[in-house]
Structures are given as structure tokens and as C-alpha cells.
């Protein structure tokens, strides 16, 4: 009995030793690390891609609830493709607004929340921008979008995007603020419209060029939000006096209310949506007057008020009213032709902002 039992044992450690002699190498498992996502993604629809050619175009948003006219003529635009929302704080509330909310049929709508700025170099998040019929920029603060994103790949791909597919493009509040050739990057935080008069050089007052989106038509146009709240009329001239003193350049601007939205087509030609004549949503298109030979300010200059006067003339502005059906228009091509708004005058002396109906 004794012996059986011997035998047994050593058969039993024979086995063993024999089984584990033949188990592959390769079966064995290998430690996975998982791999740490720099943003998150929501998405609606259907995930394979759309192959459908964009209308191109341009959507700018004054910052508060969004115009749903507005957002049909972009979601119209994408010509049935894949919508992608870009954002660095929020959530995932523009998914169902714009894939089934609206009724524009679309083939899918995905969010990407950036949460830092490695998540700029992500392949993913390139492929994504790469396919997408339309791109929206949500709102939040500028200086988050121009610090993840200025001279990084992914302002590369969506530029690429513009150029080479298209595609419409979008924002409301600081997605709109970005969208020029010219940009307040609210770097240090913002600025009001009688701190930037009085001193159109205050540290705040951070406009930049630096090659950020590539918006042709918006080369030389710096835009700004919630016209009506706060009041940022005085703030968007001294932008634009700075841009004149700094860089010798003719620049414009384009400002919406918070509930005015201005949409602009391949052609160059801008139409505003709003709620008027139940609220006064305008929209406004800012130049110096042509009028004038070397139109700059009288004095713009490190702790001075701003004087930019010139017999009352110096900048003239269309302003037009924002409708349900965006029948007023704006011709981005000459900055001399508008339907359904008026011409003004606006002038500052000694760091107040005035407004005449031009003659």
C-alpha cells in the first residue's frame, strides 16, 4: 500500500512538471496598463462615417441661449454629416439639442471635452476633426480653447478641415470670440469697456494675431459677445484701436447681443438671426470710416484715455436687427452693403463712447 501511494505521489509530480514544461509562452497573461484619456467623449448617431460634402460657412453666436433658426441654417450646412462639438468645460448638452432636437437630420453629433492641453496632440481627437462634416465651439472661457489648442495639432486639423473639406463652422460666447484673425484671449481675464477706454493698454487688454483658425473672410476682424450684457461696445473699439496702433491695419469688427446670431455662407454674405421685433437682438458690423485718409486715433497711448474722435466720424458702424427668418443681411465681401439695418457714426472722446444715425 505504502509503495502505491509512492508511486502515486511521484506520478502526480511527474504531470505536474510535464504540464507546466508545455504551456506556451505566449499564453501566459501580460500586465495591461490602461490608458489615461485626456478628454471625454459623448456621442449620438451613427458611428460610421458620414461621407457627405459640407456647404462651408461661418456661425457666430452672442453667448446666451442659442437661436434655434441659427442652428438649423449650421446643422443645414453640414448637408446631413457628423457634427462635432469641441469644448473644455460642460458637459454633453448639446447632443440631443442638435442631433434630434431641431429636426435637421444629421449622421451623428459626438462631444470632446478637453481636459488639458495633451489632449491637442490626440490621434482620436484628429481622425474625429478630420471626418467631421461641422465643428462647434461651445461656450466657456477663451483662454482655455488658445491655450490647449494655438499652434497645436488639433487648430492645425481644423484648419486643414476649413480649407480642404469645407466644413461649416461655429460658436457662441468665447467660440465666437476665437473665430477671428484677430482675438481678445482674455489671457488675463476680462476687461470692461471703461477700463479698456480709459487705458486701451491695461494688462487685460490681450489681443493677439498669432495664427490661431484661418477664417479668410474674418482675417482682419476681431469679433466680441454679449453686446447688451455687459454693455462691450467701448471694450471692442479699443480692441480695435489697439489693432491699429500695434499693427497698422484697417481692422473691423462683428459683435452680436446675447440672442443674436450671425451666419455667414460660403459667398460672403451674413445673415442675422434673432427675436425682433420681440426683443431688440442686433448685430453689429464695425469699421473705421473709409471716409477719413489715415483713419487712426488722435491718442491711444499707456494710461490715457482713448480719443478717437475726428469730427465725430471716426468709426462707422452697421447696425441690423436679428429676425426669425434672417431675411437682414450684411455683405462681408465690402463691408458697404446691408438689408434692413441703419448706418451710425460712433466716436470717443476722452474715453466715452457717443453715437450718431449717420447722414
Not at 318 to 338: A, I, M, P, R, S
Request: hydrophobic share 35%; with cysteine.
Amino acid at each position: 500500500m505504502k509503495t502505491i501511494i509512492c508511486i502515486s505521489l511521484l506520478a502526480l509530480c511527474s504531470c505536474a512538471s510535464d504540464n507546466d514544461s508545455n504551456v506556451p509562452e505566449s499564453t501566459l497573461p501580460e500586465a495591461v496598463v490602461p490608458r489615461v484619456k485626456n478628454y471625454t467623449s459623448y456621442f449620438a448617431g451613427n458611428k460610421t462615417d458620414s461621407k457627405n460634402k459640407a456647404l462651408g460657412g461661418i456661425c457666430l453666436m452672442g453667448g446666451a441661449t442659442e437661436n434655434d433658426e441659427a442652428m438649423k441654417w449650421f446643422l443645414k450646412r453640414a448637408n446631413g454629416g457628423d457634427v462635432l462639438v469641441l469644448r473644455t468645460s460642460g458637459t454633453d448638452g448639446y447632443n440631443s439639442y442638435l442631433y434630434s432636437s431641431l429636426g435637421v437630420k444629421v449622421n451623428s453629433v459626438e462631444t470632446i471635452l478637453f481636459k488639458n492641453s495633451a489632449a491637442s496632440s490626440d490621434s482620436e481627437i484628429l481622425v474625429k476633426i478630420k471626418n467631421a462634416e461641422a465643428i462647434w465651439f461651445a461656450g466657456g472661457d477663451q483662454w482655455d480653447y488658445i491655450s490647449y489648442w494655438r499652434n497645436s495639432p488639433v487648430s492645425k486639423a481644423i484648419n486643414d478641415a476649413i480649407a480642404q473639406n469645407n466644413i461649416i463652422i461655429g460658436g457662441t460666447s468665447a467660440g465666437m470670440a476665437i473665430q477671428g484673425g484677430f482675438y481678445f484671449s482674455a489671457q488675463k481675464g476680462t476687461i470692461t469697456s471703461s477700463e479698456a477706454l480709459q487705458n486701451p493698454f491695461d494688462s487685460k487688454l490681450t489681443v493677439s494675431n498669432e495664427p490661431f483658425l484661418d477664417n479668410s473672410i474674418l482675417k482682419n476682424v476681431i469679433t466680441d459677445t454679449h453686446y447688451d450684457n455687459p454693455n462691450r461696445k467701448g471694450r471692442h473699439i479699443a480692441f480695435i484701436a489697439r489693432i491699429i496702433t500695434d499693427y497698422d491695419i484697417s481692422a473691423k469688427g462683428i459683435a452680436c447681443d446675447e440672442y443674436t446670431s450671425v451666419c455667414i455662407d460660403e459667398k460672403g454674405i451674413a445673415r442675422i438671426f434673432g427675436s425682433y421685433p420681440a426683443k431688440e437682438d442686433v448685430a453689429y458690423f464695425i469699421k473705421p470710416n473709409a471716409d477719413i485718409p489715415n483713419n487712426k486715433p488722435e491718442l491711444c497711448s499707456p494710461n490715457k484715455a482713448l480719443e478717437w474722435n475726428l469730427d465725430k466720424k471716426a468709426i462707422t458702424v452697421y447696425e441690423v436687427k436679428g429676425t426669425n427668418d434672417g431675411k437682414n443681411t450684411f455683405n462681408l465681401n465690402n463691408w458697404t452693403e446691408g438689408n434692413g439695418g441703419i448706418w451710425k457714426n460712433w466716436y470717443v472722446e476722452n474715453g466715452t463712447l457717443a453715437e450718431l444715425i449717420a447722414l
